[in-house]
């Protein structure tokens, strides 16, 4: 599979974007998948992720209540929205498709990620 992220950009403190995640071929809605993010110098962190049906969601502590999580599924694509973005929360962004028939926090259950795309926060 190939996943293409894009929504990233430059946004002041307090602002929103959403950023999208195409994937391709004919299984996306069999797979959980994940967005993960990685600032310099820093380990890649999981973000948020989301089951195969969309039924279930997860979310770091550190975005919760701020970025919300959706895929549709008759697209293909995934989303995360993020509001009220803090200097904190910039980084490359990256979804992933799970390996594991479920949304884990550990990038190594994941085997398939996009090229990421860069959110900066401007404060």
């Known amino acids: 599979v190939q996943l293409v992220e894009s929504g990233g950009g430059l946004v002041q403190a307090g602002g929103s974007l959403r950023l999208s995640c195409a994937a391709s071929?004919?299984?996306?809605?069999?797979?959980?998948m994940g967005w993960f993010r990685q600032a310099p110098g820093k380990a890649r962190e999981f973000v948020s992720g989301?089951?195969?049906?969309?039924?279930?969601?997860y979310y770091a502590s550190s975005v919760e209540g701020r970025f919300a999580i959706s895929r549709d599924n008759t697209k293909n694509t995934l989303y995360l929205q993020m509001n009220s973005l803090k200097p904190e929360d910039t980084a490359v962004y990256y979804c992933?498709?799970?390996?594991?028939?479920?949304?884990?926090?550990?990038?190594?259950?994941?085997?398939?990620w996009g090229q990421g795309t860069q959110v900066t926060v401007s404060s």
């Open positions: 992933a498709r799970s390996q594991v028939a479920r949304v884990t926090a550990t990038p190594f259950s994941y085997d398939s």
């Open positions: 071929g004919r299984t996306f809605s069999n797979y959980a």
């Open positions: 989301i089951s195969e049906s969309g039924g279930s969601t």
